[in-house]
């Protein structure tokens, strides 16, 4: 069975990814078990990010590496947080941090100015491989409207305060199964899917 690295830390998306990933009858191993360095997210794009992740990942333990950034992107905040997402409140901010300046940024602002959508940019590289230096990026994206106070108790993140129109019901409230069918993540995946395929037959 082939071997995959996610590189990623966050246990959430690691779940998501694992779950998104088990079609492929891949072997998955996250970065932290095999000790790879955390690698700075200081890219301009989502697809920069996810792809230096990848790149540094796979060279550090010599396997396929799997990466994504992903992050929230909020219209009336001219794209804010955007790669920022994770750490929108400050380096050492936990999800509650990032939610509550969201909610400060966008108070008073009329519901039908609070649209939004997750992104999910996701890179595969395996340089010691038939890869070498090129990177397989793909991206998804879901759309969605920015609450004024959290609902649900699921996911993680941002999910609590993004509320999808066509589900009604925020991601916080969709459960697993439901969500890995309609994420940012899930799009990027179905994308991913079919190089992953061709590149471990």
Not at 3 to 17: D, Q, Y
Not at 112 to 124: I, P, Q, S, T, Y
Not at 152 to 180: C, H, I, M
């Amino acid at each position: 069975m082939s071997r995959l690295v996610f590189a990623t830390r966050n246990r959430g998306k690691l779940a998501e990814l694992s779950e998104l990933v088990e079609p492929l009858g891949l072997e998955v191993i996250s970065a932290a078990e095999l000790g790879a360095p955390d690698v700075e997210e200081d890219g301009a794009t989502f697809e920069q990010n996810a792809a230096k992740k990848a790149r540094e990942v796979s060279a550090a333990v010599g396997l396929p590496a799997l990466a994504d950034d992903s992050g929230l992107v909020v219209n009336a905040l001219a794209g804010a947080p955007g790669v920022h997402s994770a750490r929108f409140a400050g380096p050492e901010a936990t999800d509650a941090d990032n939610n509550r300046l969201l909610l400060e940024r966008l108070q008073g602002v009329a519901k039908d100015l609070r649209g939004a959508h997750f992104v999910c940019a996701m890179a595969f590289a395996d340089p010691g491989g038939a890869q070498g230096q090129a990177v397989e990026v793909a991206r998804g994206e879901c759309h969605g409207v920015i609450l004024e106070a959290p609902r649900g108790e699921g996911g993680f993140g941002y999910d609590p305060l993004f509320w999808v129109p066509d589900q009604g019901r925020t991601f916080a409230e969709l459960g697993a199964s439901v969500k890995n069918t309609i994420s940012h993540r899930a799009m990027a995946m179905g994308r991913m899917q079919s190089f992953l395929r061709r590149y471990f037959r």
